[in-house]
């Protein structure tokens, strides 16, 4: 399996490129503000083809980028319909007041949209792709969970999940924006990652990867989920 990620813009926005391995179809995740030409340089070092944009939910720090290359390269960008609006209308997610520091900046729905939907798996990339919805930092925040190859020599098999700003290394997603709900993303955390393996990767959409059981003992937001902090650290 070849996971390549880096952190891109002024909220350096985790972006993560998913394939089989070098030389074949791709997934980018969440290409957010100055994403393009990071990923172009990815996909052209691995000899990858990209076939689809996915996107942990709809907050412009981690969607800032998807029409650009979505176009670029006729894919299609998967998104929550709860959190589709935000892709021709920013403001709808950061809020007016933050929306105003995009001065003229005009942004649009890619031509080719498909809505994730809770429970389904999406096949591409050779990949079957598992997708929880879990709102609560944003109304359509979506859990990627691959369902990754076990490794030919050891037999062993590594699960991630690409948590978007659900879930953080120590911290949980923002609740103060619209259409977020402190309460929903703890029931969406307890209901959605906190039944899962230990040793499951998460990937987030900022800072460093840490792992369910990790966060599990260690996550002070998640010590006693009823009294949790009100916002978290990271992200828009």
Same mark, same amino acid.
């Given at each position: 399996?070849? @996971?390549?990620?880096? !952190? !891109? ?7 993560? %490129? ?19 030409? @990071? ?8 000899? =990858?083809?990209?076939?689809? @944009?996915? %996107? ?18 006729? @894919?299609?960008?998967?998104? +929550? ?45 050779? $990949? ?8 609560? +930092? ?5 859990? $990627? ?25 120590? /911290? ?8 977020? /709900? +402190? ?9 959605? =990652? ?8 998460? =990937? ?9 059981? !990790? ?12 009294? !949790? ?8």
């Amino acid at each position: 399996m070849l @996971i390549a990620g880096f !952190a !891109a813009g002024m909220f350096q926005t985790n972006c993560y %490129l998913v394939a089989e391995g070098p030389g074949s179809d791709a997934v980018v995740i969440d290409p957010g503000q100055d994403a393009a030409p @990071i990923v172009r340089d990815a996909l052209a070092e691995h000899s =990858l083809n990209p076939v689809a @944009i996915f %996107l942990t939910h709809g907050h412009l720090d981690h969607t800032w980028n998807a029409q650009e290359l979505a176009d670029e390269y006729s @894919i299609p960008v998967y998104i +929550h319909a709860a959190d589709r609006p935000m892709l021709a209308d920013p403001g709808v997610g950061v809020g007016r007041a933050m929306a105003q520091m995009l001065g003229d900046t005009v942004f649009r729905e890619p031509e080719k949209v498909i809505e994730f939907v809770d429970g389904e798996d999406v096949e591409i990339a050779g $990949l079957r792709w598992d997708v929880a919805h879990a709102p609560g +930092h944003s109304p359509g925040s979506v859990l $990627l969970t691959p369902d990754l190859p076990a490794d030919p020599e050891t037999g062993d098999r590594v699960s991630v999940c690409f948590s978007g700003d659900v879930l953080f290394n120590g /911290s949980i997603g923002r609740t103060d924006l619209p259409g977020g /709900s +402190h309460q929903q993303l703890l029931d969406s955390i307890a209901d959605k =990652l906190m039944g899962r393996d230990d040793d499951q990767v998460v =990937l987030p959409g900022h800072g460093p990867q840490t792992t369910i059981g !990790a966060e599990r003992v260690g996550n002070p937001f998640l010590v006693d989920l009823p009294d !949790a902090p009100t916002k978290g650290r990271h992200g828009l």
